[in-house]
């Protein structure tokens, strides 16, 4: 088993940044990619960025390429998101995911509680 605690959310105003982090738990050793999704009240989930194991490849969701950067530091077993540019529309909950490479939830198989973000204009 893997344990995700996420952290770093909060109130910001638009055009401000915030930094998530990632802290895993358990059983690390295996070759998990990370990711992070959002969902905001009355709206599906949605994938926001994907690391790879190695720290090496990254991948961005639409909404936030060019905004936000995902990295990694597998000595800490921590993940980061950094959101730069915040819109309003930014705002929902914020989760942690550790499995393989993907874009969809069921590619992952570990999730953290979630972090609050809310931006306001």
């Known amino acids: 088993q893997v344990q995700l605690v996420e952290s770093g959310g909060g109130l910001v105003q638009a055009g401000g940044s915030l930094r998530l982090s990632c802290a895993a738990s358990?059983?690390?050793?295996?070759?998990?990619?990370m990711g992070w999704f959002r969902q905001a009240p009355g709206k599906e989930r949605e994938f926001v960025a994907v690391i790879s194991w190695s720290g090496g490849v990254t991948y961005y969701g639409d909404s936030v390429k060019g905004r936000f950067t995902i990295s990694s530091d597998n000595a800490k077993r921590t993940a980061y998101l950094q959101m730069n540019s915040l819109k309003p529309e930014d705002t929902a909950v914020y989760y942690c995911?550790?499995?393989?490479?993907?874009?969809?939830?069921?590619?992952?198989?570990?999730w953290g509680q979630g972090t609050q973000v809310t931006v306001s204009s």
């Open positions: 358990g059983r690390t050793s295996g070759s998990y990619a």
């Open positions: 995911a550790a499995g393989r490479w993907g874009v969809r939830g069921r590619d992952f198989d570990y």
